[in-house]
């Protein structure tokens, strides 16, 4: 089952501190390595973005920046056997945010990806 | 949206946990303990404490660490009250101090080269020559996947009875014939390297194989020699057959989608909707077969298959199929490594880039081939041809024979289709 992450938070005023970066890089190669983790990015704040929407048979561009509250702030794609696995990637990625960014908060939403394993 | 009850939460978290850490449980334990039986006992006792406790005491912060130290401290309880292993209580004694006295900055890092060393002796160990091929297949899924006996009973269509036997008689063996829980020495490292590819790509097809209506265990395989595969090219990124392997099955598994009808017909690659192919699958597998040809690993049997099915891969229509190529690689693969199933594909290979005719020369020269006598790919690859050529009433005979000789009730629709209509 493949699962994509998205990890969404109001849009910080710091950038996030250095340990946080290289425990989320280990944390990743550790997922990597593990044949869990397909791919991840970060992503620039919505500022450099835009949105292409359509409403009432009208076509229109948006620059950013959303007037969300969360930012996007990175996407994870993870091949695993249960959701409860793609959980738990998240709850370490997560713990790494509460153990390094004093003061952080924001959520990871997960959501299977469509595909041929779709096994209960 | 729904809370989660918590204690189910808390179970579903420990499985995961499992499913993520016990493979590198068992092997660390198994080098402390040197027996790869009694090591996954010690972890299975470490999960049966989790199960009690967790859901009093919440999922610890490192689960993996918890896990092993708890399994340890079982370790030595089991020593103690079994004289047997008295030797192996001073020797695990031993290891703990000296990791105790080396503990510093730098242990996080010292302790990640060992789990790497300890995953690949679990590697070697379960796909041990010593150990029959079906032994080594349910010790990898078993030690290394954490699969249950039962999920792997029901992947390969057997009793749980029968792959408990299995399991048991291959630690037995592992004990019996004395296997060090080892990296193999250098001068065995291709021969070991290549058992356990054969053992992880023979996974790989079994769940390939399987068809509509089967239980989904056995399409799951699929994923689970793919993640053994990624697994064996972080823990071996120096081997270019192991990046070949990983970008054969990372490329084959790139078009599941794809090779099922609505019906769950099989539809063969030339026919299938291209637009159903899975791109990132086929980016991975491209990079890992770019990775094996950096470390010039282009002549190994599985690199040579993933260069194949590379070109297949980078043909967004099957008119733009380097088949030149694709013959010329099956030319070199039948060197490599000969069979007279390759020479069967290069057949098809030739056909297509320089005619019937040519490759109707090379199915002829396998005719005779005892291997094939009852092959339904020959006659269905030899009808193709003939149909080609015009020669129908020839090619109808072909195709008659493939539907009888396959055992696949959906293959057998499709070649006597092509019989009524070559």
């Keep these: 089952m493949r699962y994509m992450v998205l990890l969404k938070a109001p849009q910080a005023t710091t950038p996030p501190p250095p340990e946080l970066m290289e425990a989320i890089m280990k944390l990743g190669e550790e997922a990597t390595k593990a044949g869990a983790l397909l791919d991840t990015a970060g992503l620039y704040p919505s500022a450099a973005g835009a949105k292409v929407a359509l409403a009432g048979g009208q076509l229109s561009v948006t620059d950013g920046p959303f007037a969300e509250a969360k930012e996007m702030i990175s996407y994870a794609l993870y091949q695993v056997r249960s959701k409860d696995e793609a959980v738990e990637w998240t709850s370490r990625f997560i713990k790494l945010h509460r153990d390094h960014w004093a003061g952080w908060e924001g959520e990871a939403e997960i959501l299977q990806v469509f595909g041929t394993d779709d096994h209960a | ?422």
Excluded at chain 2, 1 to 13: E, F, L, S
Excluded at chain 2, 172 to 194: C, M
Excluded at chain 2, 327 to 350: F, G, K, Q, W
Aim: hydrophobic share 45%; glycine share 8%; charged share 25%.
């Design chain 2, 1 to 422: 949206m729904t809370a989660t009850d918590p204690r189910r939460a808390t179970h579903r978290a420990i499985e995961a946990v499992w499913r993520i850490e016990s493979a590198r449980l068992i092997a660390g334990l198994a080098r402390l303990v040197r027996d790869v039986g009694l090591a996954e006992e010690l972890a299975q006792d470490a999960l049966v404490i989790a199960l009690e406790q967790w859901p009093e005491a919440g999922v610890p912060d490192n689960p993996g660490a918890w896990l092993m130290a708890t399994a340890k401290h079982r370790a030595i309880d089991v020593m103690r009250r079994q004289d047997r292993y008295a030797r192996k209580l001073e020797e695990v004694g031993r290891d703990l101090e000296v990791q105790q006295r080396s503990a510093g900055p730098d242990l996080d890092a010292a302790i990640d080269d060992v789990i790497g060393d300890d995953l690949l002796r679990l590697v070697f160990t379960a796909c041990h020559p010593v150990l029959t091929v079906d032994a080594r297949v349910a010790l990898t899924l078993r030690l290394l996947g954490g699969l249950t006996t039962g999920e792997i009973a029901r992947a390969f269509l057997v009793s749980e009875p029968t792959v408990g036997q299995r399991i048991v008689r291959a630690k037995r063996t592992l004990t019996t014939k004395r296997v060090e829980f080892e990296l193999p020495p250098p001068a065995e490292l291709a021969d070991r390297l290549s058992s356990v590819l054969g053992v992880v790509y023979l996974i790989f097809n079994e769940g390939y194989a399987a068809t509509a209506g089967d239980d989904w265990m056995r399409p799951s395989l699929c994923e689970e020699a793919l993640r053994l595969g990624r697994i064996l090219a972080g823990l071996l990124p120096q081997e270019p057959e192991v990046h070949g392997l990983a970008a054969l099955m990372e490329i084959q598994a790139s078009r599941v989608r794809a090779r099922t009808g609505p019906a769950g017909e099989p539809v063969l690659l030339l026919d299938q909707d291209r637009r159903r192919w899975d791109r990132l699958l086929i980016r991975r597998g491209l990079d890992a077969l770019d990775r094996a040809e950096a470390l010039g690993g282009m002549l190994g049997p599985y690199a040579l298959q993933a260069a194949i099915a590379a070109c297949h891969a980078r043909a967004l229509a099957p008119e733009d199929t380097n088949w030149e190529r694709i013959a010329a690689l099956y030319d070199v693969l039948r060197h490599v490594s000969p069979s007279p199933v390759v020479e069967l594909n290069r057949a098809v290979a030739v056909g297509m880039a320089f005619g019937p005719a040519q490759g109707l020369a090379v199915v002829d020269g396998l005719t005779s081939e005892p291997a094939l006598h009852d092959y339904p790919q020959l006659p269905a690859v030899r009808g193709d041809l003939l149909a080609k050529l015009g020669r129908l009433d020839e090619a109808r005979g072909e195709f008659e024979r493939a539907a009888a000789l396959t055992r696949n009730a959906r293959e057998r629709g499709l070649f006597l289709a092509r019989a009524a209509a070559p």
